[in-house]
């Protein structure tokens, strides 16, 4: 049997691990996110902390799912908001590709979904953490999306310097014209 526990253990464990090596990203020269290349510890670190804060996270939806919303309106809401948001976050970073979404730099994209928002991705992200809380609320639910929707508030601050240093002028303008969220 799955221990409920040890899934909530892990991914906080992982989520504050990616929270103070960004911070330390933040203050020093050691720059966790985004990497400075694909073979870096960088990179390696954060995809392995990624997956052991994001994994358990929807196995304990998935086992918690009995204890979801009693009031049928706001689980259908939630369950909702969540599916649609996540289906079209994995959409917008299929677009986005590989390399952008792993930290790389690729080519900056400022059209489609990002002439809405600098961070299209985080944005639905974060309304299908919004609608899981409401659909299955639940401690381990609520702690693991409130961490990650602080991760994923903060994390514009740290990519906005690389932006600006990898792709100049033009994310300056980018930038001036299209809000960092909504």
């Known amino acids: 049997m799955i221990n409920t526990e040890v899934l909530f253990l892990t991914s906080m464990v992982a989520g504050f691990v990616i929270v103070a ?3 330390i990203s933040l203050f020093t020269n050691i720059k966790f996110w985004p990497p400075p290349r694909k073979e870096s510890w960088q990179f390696k670190i954060f995809w392995a902390m990624f997956v052991f804060f994001s994994f358990p996270y929807f196995i304990i939806l998935i086992l918690e ?7 049928n309106l706001f689980f259908l809401i939630g369950a909702i908001i969540s599916i649609l948001s996540l289906v ?8 986005l590709g590989v390399k952008n979404t792993s930290g790389q730099k690729d080519e900056l994209k400022v059209n489609g979904w990002y002439s809405v928002s600098r961070n299209p991705i985080y944005v639905l992200t974060i309304a ?12 381990e639910i609520i702690l693991i999306s409130i961490l990650w929707i602080f991760i994923y ?3 514009p601050f740290i990519e906005e310097p690389w932006l600006e240093d990898r792709y100049g002028d033009e994310y300056l303008k980018y930038k001036s014209r299209v809000r960092r969220f909504i």
């Open 65 to 71: 799912f009995e204890n979801r919303n009693q009031n």
């Open 88 to 95: 079209l976050a994995n959409v917008v970073s299929l677009k």
């Open 21 to 23: 090596l960004s911070v």
């Open 153 to 155: 508030i903060c994390a």
């Open 128 to 139: 299908a953490l919004i609608g899981a809380m409401v659909a299955v609320p639940v401690f």
